[in-house]
């Protein structure tokens, strides 16, 4: 079961891997901005099924912390980060 | 009893990987960020709770379960806040959505509530007052 929990953990680990391609595509930052938040689901996801694999609970706890980080991160991007590029309106002025 | 429990959380999880793989093709084929915010903040977050049901019908302490319970609406919260965040800001920046002309350049995005840029550039330039 814990071979089934470990395999199940690396197939996500990989859909992150695949979500990073769309770092690299873009074209709007915020499409960047989106894999961070597929990181920060899928993450939780694998750090609960490796705590359960490994017996291990301070992974719960690390996972709670990815949760409120993918929050805070997206919040200070929008607010902070949010760089012009290709796809968006050019500033005014 | 106890194997049936098992075989039903290893199908749960099963599932909750599978809309994962969902959310990532999602993330990947779909033609603007608008479409891909619902891939993965809905998509995901299934597949997430369908992982943490299946952790939670495994044998265990009940204080665990519950915490799992906790980070999944935690997560849940998270997604709606930031799915919101991110498709107002793009709306908000000019981000072209499929199938839609780009907003012209001296539009207003909805919810700017900037009133009286609208009243100063179509109004007449005459001293009406102030409303």
Redesign the interface.
């Known amino acids: ?1 814990n071979d ?2 470990l395999g ?1 953990a690396a ?2 680990v990989l ?1 992150v891997a ?2 990073l ?2 770092v690299a595509r873009g074209p ?1 930052p ?2 960047r ?3 961070a ?2 990181f ?3 993450g ?2 694998i750090l ?2 490796l705590a ?1 694999a490994t017996g291990e ?1 301070a992974l ?1 706890d690390t ?2 912390v990815f ?2 980080l ?2 805070v991160l ?2 200070a991007f ?1 607010k902070r980060g ?1 760089v ?1 590029g290709p ?4 500033e ?1 002025e | 009893m106890a194997p049936i429990l ?1 075989v039903i959380s ?1 199908l749960l ?2 599932m ?2 599978a809309f ?2 969902a ?2 093709v999602g ?2 084929r779909f033609p603007d ?1 608008y479409c ?2 619902h891939a ?2 809905k998509a ?2 299934l ?2 709770g369908l ?2 049901l299946g ?1 939670i019908l ?1 044998p ?1 302490e009940v204080a ?1 379960r519950v ?2 319970v906790l ?1 999944w609406l ?2 849940l919260a ?2 709606a ?2 799915c919101h ?2 498709a107002r ?2 709306l908000r ?4 959505a499929f199938g839609v002309d ?2 012209p ?1 001296d539009a207003v995005p909805v919810g700017a509530g900037d009133r009286d840029k609208i009243v100063g550039s179509s109004g007449p330039s005459g001293d009406r007052g102030t409303h």
């Open positions: 079961m089934f929990l199940v197939f996500l859909n695949a979500g391609v769309r709007s915020a499409d901005m989106l894999a938040q597929l920060g689901t899928a939780v996801a609960l099924l359960e609970p719960r996972a709670l949760v409120l993918a929050v997206s919040v929008v949010w012009r796809g968006t309106r050019p005014k | 098992g290893a999880i099963l909750g990987a994962f793989l959310g990532t993330l990947l960020v891909r915010l993965l903040t995901d977050n597949g997430l992982v943490a952790l495994r265990g665990t915490q799992i980070i935690l997560a998270a997604a806040t930031v965040i991110l800001t793009s920046e000019g981000v072209a780009a907003p350049a």
